[in-house]
Structure formats: structure tokens, C-alpha cells
């Protein structure tokens, strides 16, 4: 497979470097491998600190900014962070108002992120976590014990980090982070299987004419393989496996994510079909989002999260935002 690196060994590193170059309102630190907003800490503010293995771009680095992150660790390829990163990460965001841990449901994530939260304890920094698992493909896979964390996260990050830039004290920050993931559900589908750079070749099988429903962000398997379907098929079997879980009764926020492969011409065809579904379900939809924001490096395909929304979830949805993957209201 042709990739546009250097070598596999420093990919995670050159594309901090170009971070840093691209966004000057960011601290990169590159050897250590965390990326905070310049002006962290902000006096009075809860720390808002997320971070994963690389090869979900823009997640989570390019949501690090006003109205959303403090700061994100990257790890390698598709692997936690460490620990002492994310208590760097910790120290370098905390006004003394605390700091809040958004955490994937991945194993290692969990683990770390629960060693490094204890690590800043030691330290003097209370520290909150969410952890979120929002996808109703399977109970358990590969890398978890319960449901994976997928687009979930961006509703997360985008509304507990419009929270607490209001200056919201953590207790109230990581309890609307909680009823966020509570309210939140999503279904992924490949059409082709990712390729890792230090593979060089796709991670799993997916003969032509197949497509994998129910996978997760780093090609897990899902629930079953079919022939290939129309995208009105696709919407259909996504869209009702997330409302039949989240049975919402109000309005939503949909996301319609792409998985890195697939062009923003088939994502928005794609929307058009989950557009359709939810409105043949009565389900009002009040904010939607379109494009690749939770990926999984070269896979085709894409994903659907839904989120049951209020006026105050709503509200803070809306408000500004300003990083390099996400922006708006400034």
C-alpha cells in the first residue's frame, strides 16, 4: 500500500510536527506527545483532557481548543496513550478547578487513564472521568469489556468543553458529560478494511462485493458480513439498530462520520438516506453533522451516532468553538 509517511516508526511524530506548524494557537510538544491550547491553563476553568491511539484524525488533537479540549494525548497507531502523558497533559490544564478525563471505552485507555487520574491525586489535581461507550453493534469485542466508545466522544468533548468554559465547577461538567454518553448511541459500517502503517497491508479480510456491519474504530470485526447494500439499506439497518437501543423521545444530534476512505459526496448521499429513516420513525433531528471526524486511518465506510438532546444540551451544543477540525459561533 502507497502511504504518504517518511517511515512507519515516526508517523505519529511528523504529523505533530505538522500540527504544530499548521496551528500556532496549539503547545505541541512532540517528544512527549501531548497537545494543549496555548492558553491553558485558564484561571477558574475545569480541564478538559481526552486522548487515544493515533489514526482517528481529527480525534483528538483537532479538537483541542476554546469550547471544546484543554489538551489530547496521542498514542500510536491505534494504541493508548501512557499514563505520564496524560498526567502532563493534567498538569499543564489545571487552574486548580480540577480536570476532567474523557476516556474511550478501550482497555488500555480505561486502565491508563485510570492510573494517570490517580497519579494526579499524588499531585494535588482532582481529576473527574466519563467514559464512553456509546456503540450498540456488540456488548463486548476485541479491545473491550462492554460497548466501545466511538462518535459519542466528539458530542462529549464539544458539550462538556462548551461547559465548562462557562466556568461550570467539575462536578457539574463530568455529570453532563455522563448524560451525554447516557443519551448518545451509534452503529458503524466498513466497506473496506484499514490499513495500519506498519503493516502496510489491510488489517482484516473483506472480499469484494462484502461489507461489515457493526465495526469499530480500529476494524474490529462486527455483528455479521453481507453481500453488499444499496445506502438506503445501509441507513436502514444502522439507523434502526441505534433507535431501537436509544428510543429516543425528543429531538437529536446526528452525526454522520466518515471512516477516512469514504469522499464527503457519498457521506452526504448517505445523511440523505438517515434523514429519511429518522423522519419515517418520527424521530425530529435538531443539529446534524457531516464529515470525517472519528476515523479509522484508510477504511471506507462510515458511521451514525445519535444523541437525545434538551435545550440546555442544545444550548451548549450551539455555542462557540474554535479548533482546527471544529469551529463555529466565533
Keep these: 500500500m502507497k502511504m504518504l509517511i517518511n517511515v512507519p516508526e515516526t508517523v505519529v511524530a511528523d504529523a505533530l510536527r505538522g500540527i504544530a506548524a499548521a496551528h500556532p494557537e496549539l503547545t505541541v510538544d512532540v517528544e512527549n506527545r501531548v497537545v494543549v491550547r496555548r492558553d491553558a491553563p485558564v484561571a477558574g476553568k475545569v480541564g478538559l483532557v481526552?486522548?487515544?491511539?493515533?489514526?482517528?484524525?481529527?480525534?483528538?488533537?483537532?479538537?483541542?481548543?476554546?469550547?471544546?479540549?484543554?489538551?489530547?494525548?496521542?498514542?500510536?497507531?491505534?494504541?493508548?496513550?501512557?499514563?505520564?502523558?496524560?498526567?502532563?497533559?493534567?498538569?499543564?490544564?489545571?487552574?486548580?478547578?480540577?480536570?476532567?478525563?474523557?476516556?474511550?471505552?478501550?482497555?488500555?485507555?480505561v486502565l491508563n487513564f485510570e492510573m494517570a487520574a490517580e497519579l494526579a491525586a499524588d499531585e494535588g489535581i482532582q481529576v473527574a472521568q466519563v467514559v464512553v461507550d456509546d456503540d450498540v453493534a456488540v456488548s463486548d469485542s476485541t479491545f473491550t469489556a462492554g460497548r466501545r466508545g466511538t462518535g459519542a466522544t466528539l458530542f462529549v468533548e464539544k458539550i462538556a468543553g462548551a461547559l465548562a468554559d462557562e466556568g461550570a465547577p467539575l462536578e457539574r461538567v463530568a455529570a453532563v458529560a455522563r448524560q451525554v454518553n447516557g443519551a448518545s448511541r451509534s452503529f458503524g459500517v466498513a466497506l473496506g478494511a484499514v490499513t495500519t502503517p506498519a503493516k502496510g497491508s489491510p488489517t482484516f479480510d473483506l472480499p469484494a462485493g462484502e461489507l461489515e456491519l457493526g465495526i469499530g474504530i480500529h476494524g474490529e470485526p462486527g455483528r455479521e458480513r453481507r453481500p453488499m447494500m444499496t445506502s438506503g439499506e445501509?441507513?436502514?439497518?444502522?439507523?434502526?439498530?441505534?433507535?431501537?437501543?436509544?428510543?429516543?423521545?425528543?429531538?437529536?444530534?446526528?452525526?454522520?462520520?466518515?471512516?477516512?476512505?469514504?469522499?464527503?459526496?457519498?457521506?452526504?448521499?448517505f445523511h440523505a438516506e438517515v434523514h429519511r429513516v429518522l423522519s419515517e420513525r418520527g424521530v425530529p433531528v435538531a443539529r446534524t453533522l457531516v464529515g470525517n471526524y472519528v476515523t479509522s486511518l484508510d477504511?471506507?465506510?462510515?458511521?451514525?451516532?445519535l444523541c437525545q438532546v434538551d435545550e440546555e444540551l442544545l444550548r451548549l451544543w450551539d455555542a462557540p468553538v474554535r479548533t482546527a477540525a471544529l469551529r463555529w459561533g466565533c
Design 50 to 109: 481526552s486522548g487515544g491511539g493515533s489514526g482517528h484524525e481529527p480525534l483528538h488533537a483537532g479538537f483541542v481548543g476554546p469550547g471544546m479540549l484543554s489538551a489530547a494525548c496521542p498514542g500510536e497507531v491505534f494504541t493508548s496513550p501512557v499514563p505520564d502523558q496524560m498526567l502532563r497533559a493534567a498538569a499543564a490544564v489545571d487552574s486548580g478547578a480540577g480536570v476532567l478525563f474523557v476516556v474511550k471505552n478501550y482497555t488500555g485507555d
Design 299 to 305: 477504511m471506507a465506510g462510515c458511521s451514525v451516532t
Design 234 to 269: 445501509i441507513a436502514d439497518f444502522a439507523v434502526n439498530a441505534v433507535l431501537e437501543d436509544l428510543r429516543p423521545t425528543g429531538p437529536v444530534l446526528a452525526l454522520v462520520n466518515g471512516m477516512g476512505a469514504t469522499p464527503l459526496l457519498e457521506l452526504y448521499g
